[in-house]
């Protein structure tokens, strides 16, 4: 019932920047903990940015002072901004909310950094 959309991945040069959006249905973003996790092929899956119900954020120690995590509640919105990409950051990058025994994955986004 609860969906969530990911877009604004694609192809970037390395220390270019991206911008993905986690569209949900409903207002959930408020609600939940969400959280951008990506996989990488050969990689385990991993968590970069999480970001509490009450609007709190926290980041793995390879995302830290690059990648940012926002959200709109009025627009059921959550983003998050990559700077500074390297090929290392290259995956598959997926929204998660979730908390209260509900759990909620987007279909993830394509991020490709590549010169």
């Known amino acids: 019932q609860v969906q969530l959309v990911e877009s604004g991945g694609g192809l970037v040069q390395p220390g270019g920047s991206l911008r993905l959006t986690c569209a949900a249905s409903?207002?959930?973003?408020?609600?939940?903990?969400m959280a951008w996790y990506r996989h990488a092929p050969g990689n385990k899956r991993e968590m970069v940015a999480f970001?509490?119900?009450?609007?709190?954020?926290d980041y793995a120690d390879s995302a830290k002072g690059r990648f940012t995590t926002s959200r709109d509640n009025d627009k059921n919105t959550m983003y998050l901004q990559l700077t500074s990409l390297n090929p290392e950051d290259t995956a598959v990058y997926y929204c998660?909310?979730?908390?209260?025994?509900?759990?909620?994955w987007g279909q993830g986004t394509q991020v490709t950094v590549s010169s």
């Open positions: 998660y909310a979730g908390g209260y025994g509900t759990h909620f």
């Open positions: 409903g207002n959930i973003v408020s609600f939940y903990d």
């Open positions: 970001m509490s119900s009450d609007g709190s954020t």
